[in-house]
């Protein structure tokens, strides 16, 4: 098989994150604790409303500070919201190699606060050709269709993509639509994969 395109999913496979990191920092401005602050955010329904572009930024923040009785400015929260994310899993040299012999695209569910704040930080990104990101498209994987805006964007067959992503339920979601896909575990093994394929960055 001949690979036309390289898809990559964002947090844990590109980037580690961590909720934990969040909940503990709101801790300190709201008055419930860290396992309370979870379970009222995911009663709200707002978070998948967000990541898929149905509620805009300044509302989502303003209902979120409203439910969790916080004390933040809209900077303040964004900053919070954002603090999750930690150090790259990929390493940028083999993402600029692969940028230089493939169509190079990120395919991830997320939302415009946490992707503005990856964009301003980390600058990895700069060697993707194309970003699939769910707040855009107004669908999340494992719906198809992102990954059939993923292959539009790829601009060649679903069976000439490779696509990485660390939940196994949306890597067969992709597989079902004929990409072929592998769960991310770690960057070695994801490079022993690739190789497998033929698929090259150096």
């Given at each position: 098989m001949s690979y036309r395109a390289i898809i990559f999913d964002l947090g844990k496979v590109l980037i580690h994150f961590d909720f934990q990191l969040g909940y503990r920092a709101l801790e300190g401005c709201c008055p419930h604790p860290a396992p309370e602050i979870r379970r009222l955010l995911a009663a709200t329904g707002l978070v998948p409303r967000f990541e898929t572009g149905l509620i805009e930024p300044q509302d989502f923040v303003s209902r979120i500070s409203e439910a969790l009785a916080l004390r933040l400015s809209y900077?303040?929260?964004?900053?919070?919201?954002?603090?999750?994310?930690?150090?790259?899993?990929?390493?940028?040299?083999?993402?600029?190699?692969?940028?230089?012999?493939?169509r190079l695209l990120l395919l991830s569910n997320t939302n415009r606060i946490h992707f503005?704040?990856?964009?301003?930080?980390?600058?990895?990104?700069?060697?993707?050709?194309g970003l699939i990101l769910s707040y855009e498209a107004k669908a999340m994987k494992p719906q198809p269709e992102i990954y059939e805006a993923a292959?539009?964007?790829?601009?060649?067959?679903?069976?000439?993509?490779?696509?990485?992503?660390?939940?196994?339920?949306?890597?067969?979601?992709?597989?079902?639509?004929?990409i072929d896909a592998v769960q991310f575990e770690s960057c070695e093994q994801l490079q022993r994969e690739m190789t497998a394929r033929g698929i090259g960055w150096d």
């Open positions: 900077d303040e929260f964004c900053d919070i919201w954002s603090c999750i994310f930690r150090h790259p899993l990929i390493p940028e040299s083999m993402l600029e190699g692969l940028a230089a012999r493939y503005e704040s990856i964009r301003r930080n980390y600058p990895l990104l700069r060697h993707f050709h292959v539009a964007l790829a601009g060649c067959r679903p069976e000439e993509c490779f696509y990485t992503d660390d939940i196994g339920e949306f890597v067969e979601a992709a597989r079902r639509l004929g």
